[in-house]
């Protein structure tokens, strides 16, 4: 595996070409500065030769038989598993993910995930009976994956699994920041026998080559993971050609205490989702919500797990929380940070005075209590490792706070058990864990509201890249039709 020395390309019918594009964007290891690489500046000029290559295997790969497409996919899914060590070193590299969590979170869950994707082939229904008619599900046809930086084999390997498993032929644009796990993913289908021009990977700005790709009238659908505002641009700009669309955007998890639960046990779980890579999860707890006479416990549990934190460079044993991605990010989460306290926010622990080592792009684990729901810290997604304390007065107050603002990813309940489920019930969002319960990847992932719209992982994800299509018979007894 080198995926650093296929950073001047791009893959393309099933080779590793040279841009037409002279510019470059250097990859960085967010920890020390270092340059990682150099990987493409893709143009229109690119866009338009991946879009033709997938466009051209579309008809065969669509009709390669589903057991086929299995076996390849699982192959490349095995060849990965060969390579859990050296592409956690890469992704921490490159995102700055603690080694440990890197191995774990970054390369064996989407491993995980890549193979529960194939045993759910089996799991959609190709073809079903309706009377006298035949409904049939068929690949969508050509797609656009466009990722993010956050878990970047994860994001790829959820879209990209799913989608050539449904028979769909990609185009895959991974994020600038962090794309070279990605070629590690094209080189693995490729050796596992993924015919030339099923996956094409593209580099570039999303402003040049990702708006290239998303308007391309020969592109049949899109699945976009990233920030809210850029998924509302790829759709008005999907919406010109009626592409399918499907967004995976932001959060603002909230994690409610209910009267009995194990308020130092709740918090604590709450933080170590919050915190895990650097707060830098869609799908993290940022606001526990807590009964007014538990904030004490609550704050003291917290500071308690900020103190047992340990941060640096993600390559030293010990270091639980490493960089943010980019001096950029940096900037955003303390400017967000700032404006908290100024807003009447309380540091519980950590803040932007925090300490923190030099050289990289790293900001304290942070816990600010006395947050109003109104506040600007409690309704926009930091991405950042900033944990919010809010109170209520009354389990009606509770839901009504989590339910509060223009996310609905993931949230979390604690509490007894029916109760719990019950407030589970009542939270608008599209995933809930109930007193620890976690993400499982055979069920669907995704969110309500402004956290976007389709889903992920299992029979679900695969379903997102399928259309149906009647066949009506004249009677059931005439029906001849077999799946091909």
Known sequence: MNPVGRAGGQFIGGRWERSASIGRIY?????????????????????????????????GWSATPLETRVRIVRDACARLSN?????????????????????????????EVLGSLCDAASEVAWSERIDSTVVVREPLGVVVAITPWNFPLHQVVAKVGAALLAGCTVVLKPSELAPLSAYALADALHDAGLPAGALNVVTGLGSTVGEALTAHPDVDGISFTGSSAVGRQIGAVAARSVKRVALELGGKGPSLVLPGADTETAAAATAARCFTNSGQVCAALTRLIVPRDQVGPAE??????????????????????????????????????????????????GGPGGPVPGGGHYVAPTVLSDVDPAMTIARVEVFGPVLCVLAYDDVEEGIAIANDGEYGLVGAVWGPDAEAAEAAARMRMGMVGVNGGRLNVRAPFGGYKQSGHGREFGRFGIEQFLELKSVNFPSADRITWSTP
């Open 300 to 349: 003291a549990a917290l500071a308690a797990f900020v103190e047992a934190q340990r941060i640096g460079d993600p390559f030293t044993e010990g270091v639980t929380v490493g960089p943010l991605i980019s001096a950029a990010q940096k900037e955003r989460v303390l400017a967000l940070l700032t404006r908290g306290i100024e807003d009447g926010a309380r540091v519980v622990a």
């Open 27 to 59: 990859v960085e290891n967010p920890a020390t500065g270092e340059i990682l690489a150099r990987v493409c500046t893709g143009d229109a000029a690119d866009a338009e030769q991946a879009v033709s290559a997938v466009r051209s295997a579309f008809p």
């Open 83 to 111: 390579e859990v060590d050296d592409l956690a070193e890469l992704i921490s590299k490159e995102v700055g993910t603690p080694l440990p969590v890197s191995r774990a979170a970054q390369v064996v869950r989407p491993i």
